[in-house]
Every structure is written in C-alpha cells, then in structure tokens.
C-alpha cells in the first residue's frame, strides 16, 4: 500500500519505559500533561541491521505529504542515545543505557496488541487473564519486538514532523533492569543485623 508507512523490526530491540497495558500521562514538575496515552521506547543498537530500513520508511512517510521538503526542517521520534543520556545526566539521573544506542519513541490512543514468545510458539495477550499473567514481562529492560507506523503531522508554527504509533509489541527475553536498584544494596545495613529479640518488646508507644 502506497500510504503504509509501518515497519515491522526483524531483530529484537530492548524496551524501556513500556506502558502498554494502561495508559499514562507524561508527568512535568509532578503533574500529568496531556492526554494518556500507550507508550514504549525502543533502544535500537547502532549496529541493528533494523536501522537503516526503518529510517527509509520514516523518511518515506515524510516525503508522502511534502515531496521536495529538506527533512532536516522537520521532526522524526528518533535521537542518539549520547544525546539523550546527556539529558539524562542533566537532571542527576543515570542514562548509561542509552549509549550505543538510537532511541525511538513510540505511542498511541489505543492499546497496542500484546504477544509473547513461549516455547517456540507466539501467544497473544488477548483476554484479561493472559495479560494479568504476562504483563510483569514488559518491563523497562526487556528484550522486544515491535510493529510501528509512521504518520506525517503538522505542528504549531511550522514545527512538523513524523511521530510513530506502536501497533504491536512482542516480548522476546529477559534483559537487565532499567531503574531498578540491587536489593542487596538497598538493605546492605541488615546483612548480619538479624536477632530473636522481639522486635516489639515492652513498647508501649500507641499507635
């Protein structure tokens, strides 16, 4: 179809930030903003083979609404990871994880459709009980797949651009955890601390 402008990634891709079984609002200064929405980035190693097509379908999708526009003056849902985790380093968190890698963000009103891969065979997360079981999979960190659409939009002012709806993600596999500490860390000052004393004991302080 001419006006299809989806790609769907040939390689697994690590997820973070998933929020795709409820719907959230971007928080600033503690505060939603805007309209909640279903939601996953994607951190595309510089090296993925998926990179180069999926950036011929995004500059595809642009060129359908403005033929002979330099792209450079439009907006795609792509950065470096350097730049983002200097973002990150700006505002006192760790972004290490984004080094070495694209970062593509992803959203929709609709809930994209959930699958995982389970012994050799895809199943998808189409009843409430499925997702209840699966769903603590999806976390920041994991191994995904995903199908995504690129649509052409034009903003306020002149700042248009290309933003991409996720369609379907796919869990793949385990990956390590994004923003979440070492237990044994956080509770460092119990190891050896463990005792018979009744915690309690003749307290009487009311509460």
Not at 171 to 177: K, L
Not at 192 to 197: D, E, F, Y
């Amino acid at each position: 179809m001419a006006n299809d402008h989806s790609y769907t990634f040939q390689v697994s891709t690590r997820g973070v930030f998933l929020s795709v079984f409820e719907p959230k609002a971007f928080m600033k200064n503690g505060k939603p903003k805007g309209e909640a929405k279903y939601s996953a980035t994607l951190l595309i190693p510089e090296t993925s083979p998926d990179l180069a097509p999926m950036k011929a379908v995004m500059a595809s999708a642009a060129r359908s609404k403005w033929a002979d526009r330099p792209l450079g003056e439009l907006k795609f849902p792509i950065t470096t990871g350097a730049k983002m985790a200097e973002k990150a380093t700006a505002r006192g968190k760790d972004g290490s994880f984004y080094s070495g890698n694209v970062v593509l963000k992803t959203s929709s009103k609709f809930p994209p459709i959930a699958s995982i891969i389970q012994g050799g065979r895809i199943i998808t997360l189409d009843s409430d009980a499925l997702k209840a079981q699966w769903k603590s999979k999806f976390y920041s960190g994991c191994q995904v797949a995903a199908s995504v659409n690129f649509v052409p939009y034009e903003g306020d002012e002149g700042a248009d651009g290309v933003t991409c709806y996720i369609q379907s993600i796919l869990w793949v596999g385990d990956g390590e955890r994004i923003g979440q500490k070492d237990q044994a860390d956080v509770f460092k000052s119990y190891v050896g601390q463990q005792t018979n004393v009744d915690p309690l004991g003749d307290d009487d302080i009311p509460f």
